[in-house]
């Protein structure tokens, strides 16, 4: 066997892939499974973004763009945070990427070297760390719990911030536990990281879907020192997970950096993907989006109500995403075998707790609401049967 | 002005993009400019590529594929070896990537530790040298010339392999010269790494772009060592750039863990493009493909008449890709001078030899025939009565 790089040991794969391969197995054997476990909205790309996608394909739009992407795209989303947000972000200041993971690859790669630290929440979304491992920057994951929203706090960075720390890594809304970061707490955690010279990293992937309150972005905080960096997605609000499209707002000095970047590392955005994008800004689109927003958060309303009836509780109403982080620890001491269990015995898929950290992981398993109402209503009724509550 | 990552330093930037952004502005003046430096085809992807890639939208196939890829397209690539080469390369070992780019990022990751050095050609592809310094590793460019074909060879590779080398980097046909490494030669050079358990790493981009032969393919290549990967592309030969799509071979042995590493990394290649490639593989495609390569060859061969009559030299034919890599010695002593006096004084523009490295970088430029007979008729006239010949 060839010696491979010393970081393959460190990164970490995914304990949810072999409940899928599970699930593909007995659905070959004809078993009818719920999946909630996949990071994925159930809701196709609307029509009209679609037809924009097929109009650009069918005009010849089929070269590469530039590597920040489509100038009418970039104008389009400064137009959103303006004219929904009231925040001015130019659009010289916005990167159009292949997924947020694109986005993820050059920030890494910009900002740390080898060594860097990078405060992170145990749990969190998992490429993150292993994003930080391809540059050998070093994850500081603090162990965070239903008292602080899962999320970090202004002490939390203060306390767990060392010599060697570069950075903090925020997500709100969060995967996996949906909660959001206050925006005065995001406020006070911007003035710590800035007190460090350090830079905040805010991931936003599943903004706007958010239920309890109109959503809000860290973007409208002052950023005199050029901190804030804010990476973003067509995948999730925006249904459009296929498409491989993404963003990223950068203080203006680095532009011309993470241009270089990206020209080296993927050249440009899918160029389909860029053209139907810009539909997804019309009025038509955002009702749409808006009306999808509604249904995820009735669904959001009946899991929480009838989850914590079978023993399964969520210590921490989450805001938004489409994600519960569920405290299973009153049915099992093992969530991995868990999610088996739930798998095999009534055919419910959800993601382990394992997936995303270490802490109190084996209390936890994350359910993803991206199924409709009869689905979920199916899914409870087959747990409750399951564990005979 | 914040402290980046020390790589930013070394992480080259393209002189092209200056001349492209004169070009652009020459074009606002209302100045006709011929594009020659530009690295993509001129042919648009074929109509019946963009309706199965139409068709695909419509039937709301726009969510993730798994991260290998869809199990139709790997199978359709190792039918095209098959049939094409008559090479048995199984779907499983076959990853579909978000350009080859992807690729790229995934195969660094996998081999190289902090100061691990990889053996390249300068000049070669830039950006093979800046995903190396991505994950710490050292490129090791070695100055080829026209008495290699501007290609490593078994010799090079067994005189400049030193303690911390971990793989030799070859692309065949190669961008910025054309030129391809026999089969023999590959083969010689495969002992070598293997000799030396090091990994021979393939660029296969510009694969089927040649005019003298048919194509081969280094898989063709006993592999007893599993030491072979090969990266390719859909965009070059198959026309399909900004679709962003490429793939790449593996050892079976490794497949798993570059599984886990695409799935952390960029989660799939983009799906639309996926169906709509399966299109490429069709006997209509390749009969237009076939044809457009015909084009391609009559095109390299009237420059490599008219070119020396310039006093524009090509040391070496070059067999492949749609790229000359000129010698422009007999005219001027700094070639990126030259390339800025050719756009402004006649408007054609092409890319100077420091983009691909520094070895004679200045006695270089790289004409790609990516325009139609017409304008590089047109070309050829200008650059004459610019320089009085």
Chains 1, 2 share one sequence.
């Not at 499974?33 to 739009?61: C, Q, S, W, Y």
């Not at 303006?82 to 694109?102: D, M």
Request: proline share 6%; with cysteine; hydrophobic share 40%.
């Amino acid at each position: 066997m060839r010696k491979l790089a010393d970081r393959l040991a460190s990164i970490t794969s995914f304990h949810v892939m072999v409940l899928m391969e599970q699930a593909q197995q007995l659905e070959m054997q004809g078993r009818d499974i719920i999946h909630l476990e996949v990071g994925e909205p159930d809701f196709p790309t609307p029509e009209n973004v679609v037809t924009a996608g097929v109009r650009a394909m069918e005009a010849g739009k089929t070269r590469y763009t530039t590597a920040l992407g489509l100038p009418a795209l970039r104008e389009a989303i400064a137009g959103f945070y303006q004219n929904r947000f009231g925040v001015a972000v130019p659009a010289s200041r916005i990167l159009i990427t292949p997924g947020a993971s694109g986005a993820l690859g050059l920030l890494n790669t910009l900002l740390f070297n080898p060594g860097d630290g990078v405060l992170l929440t145990d749990p969190g979304y998992p490429c993150n760390d292993n994003f930080l491992r391809q540059v050998g920057a070093l994850p500081q994951r603090i162990p965070v719990g239903a008292e602080t929203g899962y999320q970090l706090s202004a002490p939390l960075v203060r306390e767990h911030w060392r010599d060697h720390t570069r950075a903090a890594w925020l997500a709100s809304p969060s995967n996996p536990t949906g909660t959001l970061i206050p925006m005065a707490e995001m406020s006070a955690i911007k003035q710590e990281v800035d007190a460090r010279e350090g830079a905040l990293l805010v991931d936003e992937i599943y903004h706007n879907l958010v239920y309890d309150s109109e959503p809000e972005t860290v973007l409208s905080l002052p950023d005199e020192q050029d901190s804030l960096f804010v990476i973003n997605s067509f995948s999730k609000y925006f249904n459009m997970t296929g498409w491989r499209l993404g963003w990223l707002v950068a203080p203006q000095q680095h532009v011309s950096d993470l241009e270089k970047l990206a020209q080296n590392y993927y050249l440009a955005a899918p160029t389909i993907a860029q053209h139907a994008a810009l539909e997804a800004f019309s009025p038509e689109s955002i009702a749409l989006y808006e009306e999808r927003r509604g249904i995820m958060g009735r669904r959001r309303d009946f899991l929480l109500e009838r989850l914590p009836r079978l023993g399964i509780s969520i210590p921490c109403v989450p805001q938004g995403a489409f994600y519960l982080y569920c405290d299973v620890s009153a049915i099992t001491d093992d969530s991995f075998a868990f999610c088996q269990q739930l798998l095999n015995g009534c055919g419910v898929a959800v993601t382990p707790g394992i997936d995303f950290g270490e802490h109190q992981a084996k209390r936890y398993i994350r359910i993803a609401y991206s199924a409709n109402m009869e689905r979920l209503q199916e899914a409870i009724d087959r747990i409750g049967q399951f564990i005979g509550r």
